[in-house]
């Protein structure tokens, strides 16, 4: 039977417990930073939301797959993932896997963010107890709840399945990092954030905690809990910014002093209103007049300091010199494929170099260079000579291979390199582009494409064919579907290698691989 383990590591304390399980995790992997930073370098920090009457579940109810796995990313971590609404058909499995999950981690030196560590919060899992078929635990309870959650107990009351472990620590570009993190601040506050049905986030957030406080209709609790939450949030937020500011060579000094007024008003609003509320206080008109009074003064500290990034950050996107688009040709075919850098996939520069001897004479391709070094490119080809399984009317050019540096990104660039491939697609006479795109947001996310006016015209799967048109002349374009196998006997596996992409030709020879292997 295996032994017993337990790591060195407890739940920092913290009113956002979510946060500081993911600081745990991403300290564990040898992060240095503090709690604090790594809560609002994650952009958790820059976080608010609420339901209508401000109840204690308001804060926690945002989509976590999305918001958490991406927050994880911002810190330069890989992350593994098992979770389960309740009433999903393999919620059991799910169970199991997060369990299993957590076990392996806690062997391999890693802890574990769980939901429904002592009662509706976030905790970690420091160990795994065999005998006991139970993982050992860290929540906001330690010495006072059992230290141990057996398999049967993960989701809790609630149902809810959510394990999720930072399993690597990749060097990352803090200025990217950075970057992202502010846009995710800014796209929160404006409320284009990932949100759930009947909860509030960003200004309208803002908005929902004033007109509750001013109707009276509100839990106070929950109020209570939101100002210490949001206290130390934005606490975080203001020590950071100069951090940012550093690395990304900007002035922030205004965002930081509008972010420090709004810790300042809710570190007030937090002492007034202590959590939990005492048992003999009760939430008065004039204590709630002077919290609305607090809040409402946060929120236009708040706002005030996300526009300033916003300013501060289109100030510095727009400054970017020395660009030139140039034709794809034989003296500029050697640095074709620099996006296989940002792939962490070993050895693609093999794949990248065999896509360049044999890319052949029919591909075109707009290149677009800061200085000496590419930074991005788009490559076409006429569909007939494209190899893809597309049928269309007219003259057509299959798009393939778009690539903008990832740090780059957000500032217009693309649309330079698809304005290129618009001038020369006319000029050449082309009815329209052909691309084929997937659901998949980190490989040829069908948005990117729609952005620049393509739409989806057939799907296969997750595969999606998209048209931009040129012309009035109606295309008919739609994805041919595979020859069926003939009956009896084995079934064949044909692989048809292309060499527009490295990545792809990976895959490829993967399948081939695996075929005859089977």
């Not at 860290?138 to 959510?162: E, I, K, Q, Y």
């Not at 399993?167 to 502010?182: E, K, M, N, Q």
């Not at 597309?390 to 050019?397: E, I, L, N, T």
């Amino acid at each position: 039977m295996e032994q017993r383990r337990e790591l060195e590591i407890t739940l920092p304390a913290s009113w956002d417990t979510a946060a500081a399980a993911l600081a745990a995790c991403a300290r564990a992997l040898g992060d240095p930073r503090s709690p604090a930073a790594l809560h609002a370098a994650s952009g958790l920090a820059f976080r608010i939301s609420t339901d209508r009457r401000l109840t204690p579940a308001g804060p926690l109810a945002y989509p976590w797959r999305e918001v958490l796995t991406v927050a994880a990313e911002r810190l330069g971590c890989r992350w593994r993932l098992a979770a389960a609404d309740p009433g999903e058909p393999l919620w059991t499995e799910a169970r199991d896997e997060a369990f299993a999950l957590a076990t392996a981690g806690a062997l391999a030196g890693r802890p574990t963010l769980l939901f429904g560590v002592h009662g509706g919060a976030f905790g970690l899992v420091r160990g795994v107890d065999p005998a006991a078929d139970a993982l050992i635990v860290s929540g906001v309870l330690d010495g006072t709840a059992p230290p141990l959650l057996s398999r049967a107990a993960l989701g809790g009351n609630t149902g809810m399945l959510f394990a999720l472990q930072l399993t690597a620590r990749l060097a990352i570009d803090p200025a990217v990092a950075a970057r992202a993190t502010l846009r995710a601040a800014i796209r929160h506050g404006r409320g284009d954030a990932p949100t759930e049905g009947g909860v509030a986030i960003g200004a309208a957030a803002w908005q929902l905690v004033c007109t509750a406080l001013a109707s009276g209709d509100v839990d106070p609790s929950g109020l209570a809990l939101l100002a210490q939450l949001l206290a130390e949030a934005r606490a975080a937020v203001a020590g950071w910014l100069p951090t940012a500011a550093t690395t990304l060579a900007l002035d922030l000094a205004p965002a930081e002093r509008a972010a420090r007024r709004a810790a300042g008003m809710l570190a007030e609003a937090a002492r007034l209103l202590p959590f939990p509320p005492p048992a003999t206080g009760m939430l008065t008109t004039s204590l709630r007049e002077q919290a609305c009074d607090l809040f409402a003064e946060a929120a236009r500290a708040e706002a005030e300091s996300l526009a300033s990034l916003e300013i501060a950050l289109a100030a510095s996107e727009r400054a970017i010199h020395d660009l030139r688009v140039i034709d794809l040709d034989a003296a500029h075919l050697p640095s074709l494929f620099a996006c296989v850098q940002e792939i962490p996939i070993a050895g693609l520069q093999g794949e990248a170099a065999t896509c360049r001897e044999r890319l052949g004479l029919a591909v075109g391709g707009k290149l677009l260079y800061r200085g000496e070094r590419l930074i991005g490119h788009i490559l076409w080809a006429p569909l007939e000579e494209a190899g893809y399984p597309v049928a269309a009317r007219g003259r057509r050019w299959f798009v393939f291979c778009p690539w903008l540096e990832s740090g780059l990104r957000g500032r217009g660039l693309g649309a330079r390199l698809f304005s290129a491939l618009d001038d020369a697609a006319r000029a050449a006479g082309i009815d329209g582009l052909l691309t084929l795109a997937t659901s998949i947001e980190v490989f040829l996310h069908h948005r990117g494409y729609e952005h620049h006016g393509f739409v989806e015209v057939d799907r296969r799967g997750d595969s999606r064919l998209l048209e931009r048109r040129l012309t009035d002349l109606p295309s008919e374009a739609r994805l041919q579907d595979p020859p069926a196998p003939p009956p009896g006997g084995p079934l064949q596996v044909i692989v048809r290698h292309g060499y527009n992409c490295p990545l792809l030709l990976r895959v490829r020879r993967d399948a081939a691989s695996a075929a005859r292997a089977l």
